[in-house]
């Protein structure tokens, strides 16, 4: 009897300890297929992201993706954002010109004043280009518009070269309340999208750490870079001003130091 009962006991014993090692196991499996599924999911928007940069240039088709219903159109054949001015046009020793000029297809005075601001911008280069060219220029205006909801993002992209000069790319957006036909800030898109501000913060100031890394190593082997001023406020969330909700609803970013200066030097940080 007293076997049976030690028998008895140490089979328990046996049990026990074999479903604490199974429990243990799963747990240590469980905890593995997490951090795997996590360091899948951040590789896979890593390497999504790094897609999106590449493909940045490819976006101006001149086009508009996405809709709104109930917009009060001043053209009713057009699109919400259509191609309003077009030029090309090349003269060996004089210019080459390949320009598309979008509107807003919006009856609202907010929005005649965004499309004014527009013209200003890019049509009337264009035009004092064919008039007055004083030296060989070349001229690229493209455009993409994308619809997320009720906000209308447009973003503009020039390259023009004047004679001697370094290249420069230009670069405007526009990001309109289509229920309000106001202009949206980064607060405001911050809040859209609910994002956290240190989290875009801390965003922008890896990606412009990086791009100063590369700037130093380019420059270290003896190539002229462009210098970025990683204290300008520039580079502060709340300074932001170039910025659009992309078709995959990542955010993007965009420095474009050519809007000042001559240089085709651009950075990007998508979220």
Not at 18 to 47: C, H, L, P, R
Not at 258 to 265: A, I, P, V, W
């Amino acid at each position: 009897m007293k076997n049976v009962r030690i028998i008895l006991l140490v089979t328990v014993l046996l049990i026990c300890i074999i479903a604490v090692g199974v429990a243990i196991y799963f747990q240590m499996t469980e905890n593995d297929y997490k951090e795997a599924v996590n360091k899948s999911n951040s590789s896979s928007s890593e390497d999504e992201i790094a897609t999106l940069m590449t493909n940045f240039e490819s976006i101006f088709k001149n086009d508009i993706t996405g809709s709104y219903e109930n917009i009060n159109k001043q053209n009713e054949t057009k699109e919400i954002v259509y191609l309003a001015a077009e030029r090309v046009e090349v003269i060996p020793n004089q210019y080459d010109l390949d320009v598309q000029i979008p509107q807003i297809n919006i009856n609202n005075d907010n929005i005649k004043s965004y499309n004014k601001d527009i013209q200003i911008l890019f049509q009337n280069k264009a035009a004092n280009i064919l008039s007055n060219a004083q030296e060989y220029t070349i001229y690229n205006v493209k455009y993409h518009a994308n619809i997320e909801q009720n906000i209308l993002s447009l973003v503009i992209r020039a390259n023009l070269k004047e004679g001697l000069n370094p290249e420069r790319e230009i670069i405007k957006t526009y990001n309109i309340n289509l229920e309000t036909n106001e202009l949206l800030d980064m607060q405001d898109i911050i809040d859209y999208k609910s994002l956290d501000k240190n989290t875009v913060q801390d965003k922008i100031k890896e990606e412009m750490n990086n791009k100063k890394d590369y700037e130093k190593s380019l420059s270290q082997l003896g190539y002229e870079t462009y210098n970025r001023d990683l204290d300008n406020q520039m580079y502060n969330v709340e300074n932001v001003t170039n910025f659009f909700i992309g078709e995959q609803g990542k955010v993007y970013i965009i420095y474009a130091y050519g809007n000042k200066n001559y240089t085709s030097e651009l950075d990007l940080v998508i979220i």
